[in-house]
């Protein structure tokens, strides 16, 4: 079946680490994203692609960086800039304007 | 100023209950998206409907309604004889054209979570 899978599930980093979270679709979807959920709060932009080697910033991109080398997968990195990365990471896809399909989410922490 | 306003931040209901999910948006775009996307507790989202702004038609699915009004900004969902399977948190989305960006940005409520007691 297509879909959008998301690994890990659960991420944890020190002080100081960057991670990379994982996007990988087999939608044949142009339009990639990633979002970060906070606790009782919906969902915030932070960076999308319209496609392959393009992406522009969301609405708190700042801490973070992507790339689009393949049309099937939008990795997120979670740089040590970001001082507050606790979050909840959806990743999306879609043919615009369709609706946006999503994975299961990673949750990250600091250790 | 929120773009989607989802004023009720929870509502409990007893099984069998029928309840209405608000959702208020603002846009100066003239064709946009609407959609209802339902976050379960493993924290998935999942699409229930999209709505375009020429299409005021109310649609109903099962035991699910939705309610779009343009006068009053508004697209509503109502589940009828609720169940305990559909306690999540739902979301209302508006899809517009950023004039600046050329992209079609989708903004989310804040969600209304439902609880419903067996």
């Known amino acids: 079946d297509g879909g959008i899978t998301q690994s890990p599930k659960y991420l944890f980093r020190k002080e100081g680490q960057n991670v990379t979270l994982s996007c990988e679709q087999n939608?044949?979807?142009?339009?990639m994203y990633w979002y970060r959920q906070d606790p009782g709060q919906g969902l915030r932009l932070i960076y999308y692609?319209?496609?392959?080697?393009?992406?522009q910033k969301g609405d708190i991109a700042e801490g973070y960086s992507v790339s689009r080398e393949k049309k099937e997968s939008f990795p997120l990195t979670v740089t040590s800039a970001q001082k507050n990365p606790t979050a909840f990471y959806l990743c999306?896809?879609?043919?615009?304007?369709?609706?946006?399909?999503f994975g299961d989410g990673t949750r990250l922490s600091i250790l | 100023a929120q773009k989607v306003t989802q004023a009720q931040t929870e509502i409990s209901v007893v099984e069998k209950e029928d309840v209405t999910l608000d959702c208020v948006y603002e846009?100066?775009?003239?064709?946009?998206?609407l959609f209802w996307y339902k976050q379960p507790p493993s924290g998935e989202l999942v699409f229930l409907i999209r709505r375009n702004s020429f299409d005021e038609q109310n649609e109903i699915s099962g035991r699910y309604s939705w309610n779009f009004q343009k006068s009053t900004s508004s697209f509503n969902f109502t589940i009828t004889a609720s169940q305990v399977v559909d306690s999540a948190v739902y979301f209302c989305?508006?899809?517009?054209?950023?004039?600046?960006?050329?992209?079609?940005?989708?903004?989310f409520g804040s969600g209304t979570r439902l609880q419903v007691q067996p």
């Open positions: 846009t100066r775009d003239t064709t946009y998206y």
């Open positions: 989305a508006l899809s517009e054209l950023d004039m600046d960006t050329g992209r079609r940005a989708l903004t």
């Open positions: 999306a896809s879609s043919i615009q304007p369709q609706p946006q399909h």
């Open positions: 939608l044949n979807h142009d339009a």
């Open positions: 692609s319209q496609i392959v080697n393009d992406f």
